[in-house]
């Protein structure tokens, strides 16, 4: 499962999250869920980032980061295709094509958080014994987990991790159940999430298109729920759920 263990950390939604008053301009930015196959099931690679780092330090990702100008690419995924890829490399020592890269979904950072991205996330196979090697500066180890151990870890405090990165957890968990996980994620439209923050003295609430409350910011509101919700550095995903 795992390069080394993981210890309990709990940290403030502050700590995983820095936020502005200041409308910031959101940068584009590239996401490899990078998922291999093992006689138990399917596993994906988790990157953990340096304590050291002004943002997000000792958080657990997956590979990637923002799209650069010498990216090839005739759109806006394609480019983002070819930086998944430059990223993936670099920070995991792992080489895959653009091309093999699969559009997953796509979040836009909600305009509360100072650093802002617009990031597509490609989701991308291996074979079982692929060797990963991380830069030892940015990236400082990584671990092999099946989804729901993932959550589970980060649910014990564990796991420190962002919503994006919790949330895509739980679609390859769901998916991992079709009889093809590319299929599936190649059939659908990439769901796309701009969240919307709901803070309150102990919590925060991330509000996600088809949520009753997304537009009025009511949680009370009755209806579809669709949203992540996140005290003490500990998140939880409620997937969408019409309700009448």
Sequence with gaps: MSMSNA?????????????????????????????????SGVEVLLLRRSDALKHMPGIWVFPGGKVELDDDGHDEIARACTAASRELEEEAGIAIAPAAMMPFSHWLTPTVVKRRFATWFFLARVGEAAAVQVDGLEIVDYQWWKPADAVAAHHRGALPMTPPTLVSLHDIEALANCPSLEAAVQEREAPRFFPKVIRESDRMVFLYPGDAAYDSGDLDQSGSVHRTIGAAGIFSYVPRADVP
């Design 7 to 39: 210890c309990p950390v709990r940290r403030s939604p502050s700590a995983v999250l820095e936020f502005s008053g200041e409308v910031q301009p959101a940068s584009p930015a590239a996401t490899a869920i990078v998922v291999r196959e093992i006689p």
